[in-house]
């Protein structure tokens, strides 16, 4: 009887490494794949079907040079805050830097951008605008940096007016 225990111990033993190891590979090699599709297509619908369109996927967008972040994104916009409701601040369109032909963007001049982006905690809130880069169609926020005055620090220190031209050359 000890020795039909120990067999059945051992069957088991041997039944859950089997488990685990598939439930490894599963959760290793191909659970990821189909997360990631899931997270980099976007439904699109077309008469009445719908399909999966790839979403422009750039890996460390705040790491690009000003150029690269200019000519990968699809539309650029200026936004500046504003007072808004309950001590906060709102971000309200204030300029379309770029936006390429056939791409939809959601906002219009003079449109909030955001509602509540920051809470106001004295009268010292240093930045009054951002840049906001936007990628794929429609256009999706990828990075944005806020500033004050005409240097806009997080790129390096570029003046708004040169961000403009380099807008506006491609």
């Given at each position: 009887?000890?020795?039909?225990?120990?067999s059945?111990?051992?069957?088991g033993a041997?039944?859950?490494i089997?488990?685990?190891?598939?439930?490894?590979?599963?959760?290793?090699?191909?659970?990821?794949?189909?997360v990631?599709k899931s997270?980099?297509?976007?439904?699109v619908?077309t008469?009445?079907?719908?399909?999966?369109?790839?979403?422009?996927?750039t890996?460390?967008f705040?790491?690009?040079s000003v150029?690269?972040?200019?000519d990968?994104?699809?539309?650029?916009?200026?936004?500046?805050?504003?007072?808004?409701?309950?001590?906060?601040?709102?971000s309200?369109?204030?300029?379309?830097?770029?936006?390429?032909e056939?791409?939809?963007?959601?906002?219009?001049?003079g449109?909030?951008y955001e509602?509540?982006?920051?809470?106001?905690?004295?009268?010292e809130?240093?930045?009054?605008?951002?840049?906001?880069?936007l990628?794929?169609n429609?256009?999706?926020?990828?990075?944005?940096?806020?500033?004050?005055?005409?240097?806009?620090r997080?790129?390096?220190?570029?003046?708004?007016?040169?961000l403009k031209?380099?807008?506006?050359?491609?």
């Amino acid at each position: 009887m000890l020795k039909k225990f120990l067999s059945g111990i051992v069957f088991g033993a041997g039944f859950s490494i089997a488990a685990l190891g598939i439930y490894t590979a599963w959760m290793l090699y191909v659970f990821p794949p189909l997360v990631y599709k899931s997270f980099t297509s976007e439904p699109v619908v077309t008469e009445g079907s719908a399909q999966f369109q790839p979403i422009i996927d750039t890996p460390n967008f705040h790491e690009l040079s000003v150029d690269e972040k200019i000519d990968l994104a699809t539309a650029i916009i200026v936004v500046k805050f504003e007072d808004g409701d309950n001590d906060h601040y709102k971000s309200v369109v204030e300029d379309i830097l770029k936006k390429e032909e056939g791409v939809e963007l959601y906002y219009n001049l003079g449109e909030v951008y955001e509602e509540n982006t920051h809470y106001k905690m004295s009268d010292e809130f240093v930045p009054t605008r951002a840049i906001v880069f936007l990628q794929g169609n429609p256009a999706t926020m990828r990075f944005s940096t806020t500033f004050n005055g005409d240097r806009i620090r997080g790129l390096g220190g570029i003046s708004l007016a040169l961000l403009k031209e380099k807008c506006n050359n491609n």
